[in-house]
């Protein structure tokens, strides 16, 4: 196994995919965390005004204290991990796309230690990015914000948790679909499509209709970006005093966490996406002939 994970590893590490996809990764995710700073420092500039302070009094807060710029690290983290989605997609698709896989299923045990091997490598990989993903946004957020505008050591370290678990669980989402769909660009296309148009037309269709603002939170895109987004709304309201539960909702919405359950139970509704997304994926491989 060790040998299949070194292979996998190899495979990834001689081509200049990995890095091609950084790049914009971390230009993304800077540019998200800058332009959210500006923003969030901008807004409390724009509340201290003294037409403002009567709100603040009834809020029992100061300005200063509302770390508005959680909402638009959610909202960019979020955004730069569809490149990982890509990545993995490209896992196998692109492999079977070429016929490289020929050579790894006939050289691994089973194919199922080859699909085990590429799973655990790719996870690596999900993890690199997150941390790059984390690093960029919070360089960008610093560069332009006031100490009081920024998490404690608590809050950094929660943010960091949720972004690379769900860089992981993106990464590994887009191997299984990869595997449904083995045309590169088609994947790729479609994934994108997906989570930037279509979801967000159907749940603005939901929210429309009247639907339970929670159904939203159940979709594949609706509960990735409710593990970011729920714990950037909590780190705002640990310090942004009382906040009636109708505003709440209004933050989970700016905050891309529409509708959506808590981190941890977020990150297990799309873990089943992924679970169905990956078991499809190894299903349909399992079986595939090889030329």
Known sequence: MGNLVQAELRKTTTTGLW???????????????????????????????????????????????????????????NLATLFPLVFGALAISGEISRRTITTTFLTAPSRMHAMLAKMLVYAFWGAVYGLAIMASTALGVVLVSESSQ???????????????????????????????????????????????????????????????????????????????????????????GVVPEEGVEWLRIIAGAGGAQAWWLSGLIFLGWVGVAFGGGWALVARKNIT
């Open 150 to 240: 920024l998490p404690d050591a608590g809050g950094w370290a929660m943010l960091t948790l949720v972004c690379v678990l769900s860089s992981i669980l993106m990464t590994m989402f887009g191997i299984g679909i990869g595997a449904l769909i083995p045309n590169v660009a088609g994947v790729v296309v479609l994934l994108i499509m997906y989570f930037l148009v279509i979801e967000n037309a159907l749940q603005l269709g939901l929210r429309i209709s009247g639907t339970p603002e929670t159904l939203v939170g159940f979709l594949p895109n609706g509960s990735v970006d409710g593990l970011t987004g729920t714990v950037a709304v909590d780190l705002f309201l640990s310090t942004a």
């Open 19 to 77: 890095w091609g996809l950084l790049i914009p990764t971390v230009l993304l995710a800077l540019g998200g965390g800058l332009l959210s700073g500006l923003i969030g420092q901008w807004f409390v500039n724009l509340i201290s005004t003294s037409e403002a302070e009567e709100l603040s009094q009834v809020l029992g807060v100061t300005p200063d204290q509302w770390r508005v710029s959680m909402f638009g690290m959610a909202r960019s983290i």
